[in-house]
């Protein structure tokens, strides 16, 4: 068995999916999280990304290309189903999955840390915000317009969901843990507002239970 160590930020949805699949293939290894810029030039010096993974002197970069590897080392219990049209369903969701939920996190970590331009308030801005028929800041209603979205991206995985355990499968694949990365980020109200509509979702939050108890616990 080869010594395998994931090195990632702490609490981040890609280091997470990767540490789920490792605990889901029972394979042991070592996981070291950073504590500052110096770590990640250390750990992933051709990307200067992470999560990576090491297997024994063998560098893996991005977390996708590092769950296709996990599969490689112990392809049982697989990542990917066995019927080709499932799997290349489960792939699509995954690559879906890290890109729509990454634009979110972005354009609301650039939001919050942007400052609002100073401009004068019109006399009907005014009167709207005393009528309290608007925001005032336009950072906030962007912020709002923002929930808004990743509450449709939830319906979205509701859909796609349906009545099946996993996502297009009655097994959890490498799709599942990826969305519940997000889910799980979404589940610690980073993104105030969002924490609400996950949990009014049922059909999702026993979803992220169930991959939970193949994977290692909430």
């Given at each position: 068995m080869p010594k395998i160590s994931l090195y990632?930020?702490?609490?981040?949805?890609?280091?997470?999916?990767?540490?789920?699949?490792?605990?889901?293939?029972?394979?042991?290894?070592?996981?070291?999280?950073?504590?500052?810029?110096?770590?990640?030039?250390r750990w992933s010096p051709v990307t200067g990304l992470l999560p990576v993974m090491r297997?024994?002197?063998?560098?893996?970069s991005?977390?996708?290309?590092?769950?296709?590897?996990?599969?490689?080392?112990k392809p049982d219990p697989p990542l990917?189903?066995?019927?080709?049209n499932v799997a290349t369903q489960q792939r699509n969701l995954e690559d879906w999955a890290d890109e729509s939920f990454l634009w979110y996190w972005q354009e609301w970590f650039r939001l919050d840390g942007e400052a609002p331009p100073p401009a004068p308030e019109s006399a009907f801005a005014r009167f709207r915000?005393?009528?309290?028929?608007?925001?005032?800041?336009?950072?906030?209603?962007?912020?709002?317009?923002?929930?808004?979205?990743?509450?449709?991206?939830?319906?979205?995985?509701v859909n796609f969901l349906g009545s099946r355990p996993y996502f297009y499968s009655d097994q959890p694949s490498l799709?599942?843990?990826?969305?519940?990365?997000?889910?799980?980020?979404?589940?610690?109200?980073?993104?105030?507002?969002?924490?609400?509509q996950l949990s009014a979702r049922p059909a999702l939050v026993a979803f992220m239970r169930r991959v939970e108890a193949e994977t290692g616990g909430a």
């Open positions: 990632g930020h702490d609490d981040t949805p890609f280091t997470e999916k990767c540490r789920r699949a490792l605990v889901f293939k029972r394979l042991p290894f070592d996981l070291h999280i950073s504590t500052g810029p110096e770590d990640v030039k297997v024994d002197d063998e560098l893996v991005d977390s996708t290309t590092i769950l296709y590897r996990i599969e490689e080392l990917l189903s066995p019927d080709p915000r005393l009528l309290g028929l608007g925001a005032a800041d336009p950072r906030e209603r962007a912020k709002a317009e923002l929930v808004r979205g990743l509450t449709d991206r939830m319906n979205d995985l799709a599942d843990l990826t969305v519940h990365a997000m889910l799980r980020t979404l589940r610690r109200d980073e993104i105030p507002g969002a924490a609400g």
